[in-house]
Structure formats: C-alpha cells, structure tokens
C-alpha cells in the first residue's frame, strides 16, 4: 500500500520560509509525476507543484519564483521549498502520487494526510 507522510508545516509569519516534506513509499514505479496540493478553508483544492520521474516540474503561477519541488530518491522523500511566503499561503497542504502525469490536476490516485501551513502578516 503506498504510504505519503507529511511534514513540516507551521505557523508562521508573512515573509519567511517553510519546507515540507513528503515521506513515501512511491518510489518503485518507473515512472511517475508526485506533486503538493492545498486546501483553504471555503476554496477548491488547487494544485501548487509537481514534478515527474524525468525530473520535470511545473507550478501554479502564484507560487512561481517562490516555491521549489525537489525529491530525494535514495531517500523516498518529496519535498517543496517555500520561501517569501503569504497570508494567502494559508492552506492545509497535501503530498500527492501517481503513475499518471496529472501535473495539477486533482486526480492523482494517493493522498496523504495533508500539514497545515499557516501564515500571518
């Protein structure tokens, strides 16, 4: 059963840098894309970045410039950089998998828990 551990999120304020990390247990397919989602309360879910087996990436053009999707095979870990971070950041965040290269799209088959990621001005 694939496994997506989350974490890294917090409280914090406007300005600062957060890293989340993903732990996981996807890393046998050859293939793949793996991404992070977020959630705020009363909005859709949207997807912020992902990233394939190629090592291809792609953003929400919101977090461009700002986060950064990187993975760790020897260590089974996902992780997204997030740096200048705003209030409108404020989400519960979400580790994402699939075989399929959903990009961002919500459709990835694998979930994890999610981290809330909290920022204040």
């Known amino acids: 059963q694939v496994q997506l551990v989350e974490s890294g999120g917090g409280s914090v304020q406007s300005g600062v840098s957060l890293r989340l990390s993903c732990a996981t247990s996807f890393y046998t397919s050859d293939t793949y894309c793996m991404g992070w989602f977020r959630q705020a309360p009363g909005k859709e879910r949207e997807g912020v970045a992902a990233?394939?087996?190629?090592?291809?990436?792609t953003y929400k053009d919101s977090v461009k410039g700002r986060f950064t999707i990187s993975q760790d095979n020897a260590k089974n870990t996902l992780y997204l950089q997030m740096n200048s971070l705003k209030p409108e950041d404020t989400a519960m965040y979400y580790c994402?998998?699939?075989?399929?290269?959903?990009?961002?799209?919500?459709?990835?088959?694998?979930w994890g828990q999610g981290t809330q990621v909290t920022v204040t001005s």
């Open positions: 990233i394939d087996s190629l090592g291809h990436t």
């Open positions: 994402v998998a699939d075989k399929i290269d959903w990009w961002l799209l919500p459709r990835y088959a694998y």
